[in-house]
């Protein structure tokens, strides 16, 4: 069974940076597209940047793009998400995902199992 745990999280200043790592259990991590996603309160969770198993293909949204940064390290089943120049709107709680396949996507189709989220609060 895949478990996977998200850590990093905190209350930052605008402009500042925050390092997300995720930790997952199995067998199956290295075979599988691995995602960010966060959630607003009061909004929709939302896609933020994804990776494929390989760590050849990474995809973020436009709104984060040339900010964060999507990695992983398939010897200790880790995946990060490196966030810089935060702002006041990247505020959320944090989920990290695990797809079925080994190719990237950006929607929640296909992400078997997610994390249980860590909060981020990036203060004006």
């Known amino acids: 069974q895949v478990q996977l745990v998200e850590s990093g999280g905190g209350l930052v200043q605008a402009g500042g940076s925050l390092r997300l790592s995720c930790a997952a259990s199995?067998?199956?991590?290295?075979?599988?597209?691995m995602g960010w996603f966060r959630q607003a309160p009061g909004k929709e969770r939302e896609f933020v940047a994804a990776?494929?198993?390989?760590?050849?293909?990474?995809y973020y949204t436009d709104s984060v793009k040339g900010r964060f940064t999507i990695s992983r390290d398939n010897v200790k089943n880790m995946v990060y998400l490196q966030m810089n120049s935060l702002k006041p709107e990247d505020t959320a709680v944090y989920y990290c995902?695990?797809?079925?396949?080994?190719?990237?996507?950006?929607?929640?189709?296909?992400?078997?199992?997610w994390g249980q989220g860590t909060q981020v609060t990036v203060s004006s």
């Open positions: 995902a695990q797809h079925r396949r080994p190719s990237l996507a950006t929607t929640a189709d296909g992400y078997d199992y």
């Open positions: 199995g067998r199956t991590f290295s075979f599988s597209a």
């Open positions: 990776i494929s198993s390989t760590g050849g293909s990474t």
